[in-house]
Structures are given as structure tokens and as C-alpha cells.
């Protein structure tokens, strides 16, 4: 159905990640990509400016690591990707990079702060030029 997959997860969701990473197996052609995108919040500097200045490489090999255990798979490619920055815009430009046919997001049932700020899939959605699946 789809060649090449982005798959975004947030590890402090482990197994909204590993069904997500499910349901993308099940949906990409045979041959096809699957991308296994995690994007790191950046810290506001005002708070960086107390954190040791190793920390972001830190969380990025812990995300690396944690990235490579779930994308353990013999039947189809998955690549790994980590990023910093805003998530959604992360997400879309991930897509675009690689000309993804599918975007794959988890959400969360919205709060009252997401009807006025949006969450990161939300603006995914809007702003995406691929086709994007949203699981809860």
C-alpha cells in the first residue's frame, strides 16, 4: 500500500510506539521503508543554561538505543531518525525529505489546551502534504 512510512513515536509512550510500529508492517508494500522517527524537544536556553552541556547528547544516544531495540525487525527495512526541535515541523519536513507516502502519528484524547494551542499531531494533520493515519 505504502512505500515509504514515517512512523513517529514518542518513547516516553513506549507501546503507543510499538503499535504504531505494528500497524505500519502490516501497511507498507513489500521492499518498502519504514522510518522510526523520534524528534527531541528542545530546551528553552533559560533553562539550559542550568543543565550540565552534555544533556542533549546524552538523551539523543538514549534515544538511539531505545530507537534500535524497537525497530528490531528481519522482515522489513526500518531506519531510525532522531531530530531536535518543534515535533510536528520535524515530522513534515522528515516526510518531505524522504517523500513519504504515509505519515503515522499516536494522539492523545485532547484537553482543553489543545482546542487552543493544537497538539503536535493536529498540526501534523494541517500542514502534512502525505496522507497521515492517527491511532489512539
Keep these: 500500500m505504502y512505500k515509504t512510512i514515517i512512523v513517529a513515536v514518542d518513547l516516553a509512550h513506549g507501546e503507543a510506539g ?7 508492517r502490516a501497511l507498507v508494500d513489500q521492499g518498502g521503508t519504514i522510518r ?16 550540565p552541556r552534555d544533556l542533549n547528547d546524552r538523551r539523543s544516544a538514549e534515544a538511539k538505543v ?8 528481519d522482515d522489513v527495512t526500518i531506519e531510525t531518525e532522531i531530530r531536535s526541535g518543534a515535533a510536528s515541523g520535524q515530522i513534515i519536513e522528515a516526510a518531505e525529505n524522504c517523500g513519504a507516502d504515509l505519515i503515522m502519528i499516536a494522539s492523545h484524547r ?5 482546542y487552543f494551542i493544537g497538539s503536535t499531531a493536529a498540526r501534523v494533520v494541517r ?7 492517527i491511532s489512539r
Design 127 to 133: 500542514h502534512a502534504q502525505c496522507s497521515v493515519l
Design 110 to 114: 485532547p484537553g482543553l489546551s489543545d
Design 18 to 24: 510499538k503499535a504504531l510500529l505494528a500497524r505500519a
Design 36 to 51: 522510526l522517527l523520534h524528534v527531541l524537544e528542545e530546551v528553552p536556553s533559560y533553562i539550559a543554561a542550568e543543565l
Design 66 to 73: 531505545e530507537l534500535g531495540l524497537l525497530a528490531d525487525s
